[in-house]
């Protein structure tokens, strides 16, 4: 029985050190600043380019500007508890509906010509 524990921990133990890091360039759009930002994500068990494993940390290019003008992002080195830029929330996919909403009761209908009946006499 203690074998077994003792195995299982030599197989973790070699599952850990074949573990590789990598790190790769994406461009993903940031909802806060409404922009598209280049960033580089870390996965922690990479094997190759269609098995990358689970994300890690994710380095913004934008996190110096984002720290000068304290903006509440996760990634803005500030705070890890903000919300993830990275991912659409819940208001803002309100705003939009309610812009689009307004663009459709604002337009106007082109008037159509008046039909003139014809008599025949």
């Known amino acids: 029985m203690r074998e077994a524990h003792i195995l299982r921990k030599a197989k973790a133990a070699e599952a850990q050190e074949l573990r590789q890091k990598a790190l790769e360039p994406q461009e993903r ?15 922690l068990d990479y094997k190759g380019p269609y098995d ?7 380095y913004c290019e934008n996190i110096l500007e984002c720290y000068q003008a304290n903006v509440r992002c996760r990634y803005s080195g500030i705070s890890p508890l ?18 689009d909403d307004g663009d459709e009761e604002d337009a106007v209908e082109p008037a159509s010509e008046p039909e003139t009946e014809t008599s025949e006499t």
């Open 29 to 43: 759009h940031c909802y806060i600043q409404k922009k598209k930002v280049n960033i580089l994500v870390e996965y």
């Open 52 to 58: 990358k494993g689970p994300e890690g940390a994710i």
């Open 82 to 99: 903000f919300d993830d830029p990275f991912v659409p929330r819940g208001d803002e996919e309100d705003e939009d509906e309610s812009e």
